[in-house]
């Protein structure tokens, strides 16, 4: 198990003090008060690498390697693409699952969420993307943030919100699902 904690930002208001105890109930680790300690001085009092931090509305993943945040990424410009045409034609993704309006997709390999948010947008809302993510804390900051994030346009907004995440192992969970239960589902071809 990974070893984690969830705080606020040194600035701590009442709203980042909620949301870091939502993050911690949610990825099942311990909630400690910021009280004003850097990020080293936490990892060294709590023995932990990965801090959860709540600021400004959302969340950030502190690692060792850097931070770890929400954001639509590609998908925006994927989605550009779907709505007013490019030099290309459409999404390759969206293509290459005949997706359409309605349709239910199950993305196993969510990471941050783009393709997830594009199939979203490509099914609309009377369809449905579940998005399986095995680390808890990824399935915490991009779950949160599709459907707290503000984007700068209702579409890619519609879409993410149209997105459930699910902390699971892909494998595990297929095997818990009905036969014929989705339209689609997808793995990244980028992971084994």
Known sequence: MVQAIATTGRKCTDDAVS???WAAEHAKIPYVPRANLSGQALRERYGVDFILIAKQGLLTLSTPAGDLF???NMAHLRLKNLRFGSAGTGDRMVEAMGLSHGMSVLDCTLGFGADAI???FAVGPEGKVTGIESQPLIETVVGYGLAHFKAENWPIQEAMRGIETVCADAFSYL???ENDSVDVVYF???FR
């Open 19 to 21: 949301l870091a105890k």
């Open 70 to 72: 929400f954001h639509p």
């Open 118 to 120: 594009v199939a979203s």
């Open 175 to 177: 095997k818990q699902q």
């Open 188 to 190: 990244d071809p980028m």
